[in-house]
């Protein structure tokens, strides 16, 4: 079964970092896509960013470009997603996905003063 869990959400201020985690177990193939997706209190999915496991190569949207920063473990089999300077804007529920096939529950990020 394969399983994606993700953790680090929390409350912080505006300006503030937090680093998301994603622990993947179940898995087996060696090059996909993972991605960060985020969900913003009643609206839908956003896409965040993506690393293709293959050869390292990621790609963000635009309006976190340079503020976050996503990369994996390859040896723990965790995606993490580096995040600093956050917005109040950047509040959402964040999931982790391999191919947007396999969801993880999701990790919620406040970002509040």
């Known amino acids: 079964e394969v399983q994606l869990v993700e953790s680090g959400g929390g409350l912080v201020q505006p300006g503030g970092s937090l680093r998301l985690s994603c622990a993947v177990s179940?898995?087996?193939?060696?090059?996909?896509?993972m991605h960060w997706v985020r969900q913003a209190p009643g609206k839908g999915l956003e896409w965040v960013a993506s690393i293709y496991t293959g050869d390292g190569r990621t790609s963000s949207r635009d309006s976190v470009k340079g503020r976050f920063t996503i990369s994996r473990d390859n040896t723990k089999n965790i995606l993490y997603l580096q995040m600093i300077s956050l917005k109040s804007e950047d509040t959402a529920l964040y999931y982790c996905?391999?191919?947007?096939?396999?969801w993880g529950q999701g990790t919620q990020v406040t970002v509040s003063s």
């Open positions: 996905a391999i191919w947007f096939d396999y």
């Open positions: 179940g898995f087996y193939s060696t090059k996909y896509w």
